[in-house]
C-alpha cells in the first residue's frame, strides 16, 4: 500500500512521520511532514471469502496542522506530525491525538450517511424564512445520503512547550495524558485546553550546564500514577506521580554501565535512546538506541534482561555516518500482540524481528519489488568483508537515504505497518 509518490522523494511533504494502529487493530493512522493524517480502515470478511480478512483502504484524510510562525522568537514552526496516538473507542465516533512540535490536537473522526431535510426556518436552498410566512410547522426527517467521514478538531491544547514536543502519551484513565519535550513533561486532562500540569522538568537553572536531554516518554499500560521516560545519555528514568507532584525524583533507574573497550568519540551519541515502550503485560521497557533494541525487566535496574544488535555492522561506520547526520536518526521500536517479538527499523528499507524465545532473528526488507499483493517476504543478509555469497548485501552498497524510523503491530494479529519515507507498506502473517 503506497503514498502518491512523486520520484524516489520528489515531495517533502509526503514523508511518512508515524505510523499507530488503534485499540482494535481496524484502524492505521499515519502522519507525515506536510501536517496530514491519513487513516485506513480494514475492510470486512467477505461471504465468499471468508480466510481474507480485508486490506486496509484509505477511511479518512485530513490536515491536522498547518505551518506557524512564532513572532516572538522569529521561528517556522513546522506542520509535521510527530506522533499519533488513539483513544480507545467508547462510541461510533473515534478519537486521535496528534502533535507536531509545539501543539497537541484532539480530533474527533465520525460518520454521517444521513442528513435532515424539511426545516421550518429555512427553504430548502438553505436561505432563512420569513416567520410571518411560516403558517405550518413539519417534522424534519432524515434522509440516506452517501457516507461521509469527517474529522473535527475537538480540542486544541497549545502554549505548553518551549522545546519541541517527542513525545504524546495516553495515561490509562483515559482522562489524562502527558506531552514531551527535551527539557519538560507535562500532564494534561482531556477537557482542559488551557492549562497544564508540569511534572517533569529537567532544566538547569543555567543553561550552559545542560548534560542531557529527555527523548521519549510512556505512561504504564495499567496503573495510572506510573511513566517512564528516557534520556540522550542513554538512561531510563520510572517515575511514580504519587510520590510527588513534580517527579524531579525518580523511582528506579536503569542504565547499563558502559563497557570501557568499547569506548569511542561515538559512544554518547550511539547510547542515545529514540524510543522507549512498555510491553502490554506492563513487566517490562524496551528502549532502542542506535545500534541495539534491549528489553528491560522493570524489577531489575542495572542492567537489561535482553540486548538485541540491530545492525552491529555499521560500527566500523559510524565516522561516515556521523558525518552525514545518520548516526542521529531516531529509530523507533515496536512489541507485537503478545510480547513475544519485537520489531525496529534499520536501512536499506530493512526492518529487523527479535523472537524473545526463540532468540532467532530476522532481517526483511520493505520495498516496491516486494510489496506484490501475497508476495513472501524473503529474508535478507548483509555481509561484512570478505567473500559475499549471491544472496547476501554488502555493508558498502547500503542505501542509508532509505530508512525505516516507524513502525507498527497489529495489537493482536500478525499485521505489521511498515514506513518507508514517503511509502507505507502492510505485511501480514500467510497463516492470517
Not at 93 to 104: M, R, W
Request: a negative charge.
Amino acid at each position: 500500500m503506497n503514498y502518491p509518490d512523486e520520484s524516489t522523494y520528489g515531495n517533502k511533504a509526503d514523508i511518512i512521520s508515524t505510523v499507530e494502529f488503534n485499540h482494535t487493530g481496524e484502524l492505521l493512522a499515519t502522519g507525515d511532514k506536510g501536517g496530514r493524517v491519513v487513516i485506513f480502515q480494514r475492510e470486512q470478511e467477505s461471504k465468499n471469502q471468508v480466510h481474507r480478512r480485508g486490506e486496509y483502504n484509505v477511511y479518512s484524510t485530513f490536515q491536522s496542522h498547518e505551518p506557524e510562525f512564532d513572532y516572538l522568537k522569529s521561528l517556522e514552526i513546522e506542520e509535521k506530525i510527530n506522533k499519533i496516538r488513539w483513544l480507545p473507542q467508547q462510541n461510533a465516533a473515534y478519537f486521535l491525538l496528534s502533535t507536531n512540535d509545539k501543539t497537541v490536537k484532539l480530533w474527533k473522526v465520525s460518520e454521517r450517511d444521513k442528513r435532515p431535510e424539511g426545516y421550518n426556518l429555512k427553504d430548502e436552498e438553505g436561505r432563512l424564512r420569513d416567520p410571518a410566512t411560516i403558517t405550518t410547522l413539519r417534522v424534519p426527517v432524515l434522509r440516506p445520503m452517501d457516507l461521509m467521514v469527517e474529522a473535527t478538531p475537538r480540542r486544541v491544547f497549545s502554549n505548553a512547550h518551549t522545546y519541541h514536543i517527542n513525545s504524546i502519551s495516553v495515561n490509562s484513565d483515559y482522562e489524562t495524558y502527558m506531552s514531551a519535550d527535551d527539557l519538560r513533561i507535562n500532564l494534561w486532562n482531556f477537557e482542559i485546553t488551557n492549562q497544564s500540569f508540569n511534572i517533569v522538568d529537567i532544566k538547569p537553572a543555567n543553561m550552559e550546564e545542560l548534560t542531557e536531554v529527555i527523548t521519549a516518554a510512556e505512561f504504564h499500560p495499567h496503573h495510572c500514577n506510573t511513566f517512564v521516560y528516557s534520556s540522550s545519555k542513554g538512561t531510563i528514568r520510572l517515575c511514580d506521580m504519587r510520590a510527588s507532584a513534580l517527579c524531579d525524583r525518580h523511582t528506579k533507574f536503569f542504565e547499563e554501565p558502559e563497557d570501557p573497550s568499547n569506548r569511542s568519540f561515538f559512544s554518547e551519541i550511539i547510547s542515545s535512546i529514540s524510543d522507549v515502550k512498555f510491553s502490554h503485560s506492563g513487566r517490562y521497557i524496551m528502549t532502542r538506541d542506535y545500534l541495539t533494541v534491549k528489553v528491560w525487566d522493570l524489577n531489575m535496574e542495572n542492567r537489561p534482561i535482553e540486548t538485541y544488535q540491530v545492525h552491529d555492522y555499521l560500527r566500523s561506520k559510524l565516522c561516515s555516518l556521523y558525518e552525514n547526520d545518520c548516526i542521529f536518526d531516531k529509530f523507533e521500536c515496536v512489541w507485537n500482540g503478545s510480547d513475544s517479538v519485537i520489531m525496529t527499523g534499520s536501512y536499506n528499507n530493512f526492518f529487523r524481528m527479535f523472537d524473545r524465545n526463540t532468540k532467532r532473528d530476522v532481517t526483511l526488507e520493505a520495498s516496491r519489488e516486494n510489496s506484490k499483493p501475497r508476495a513472501i517476504l524473503k529474508p535478507r543478509k548483509v555481509c561484512v568483508g570478505g567473500k559475499r555469497r549471491k544472496d547476501e548485501i554488502s555493508v558498502d552498497s547500503l542505501d542509508f537515504s532509505k530508512k525505516i524510523l516507524h513502525t507498527a503491530w497489529h495489537p493482536s494479529e500478525n499485521i505489521i505497518a511498515v514506513a518507508a519515507t514517503n511509502n507505507l507498506y502492510i505485511f501480514q502473517d500467510k497463516v492470517n
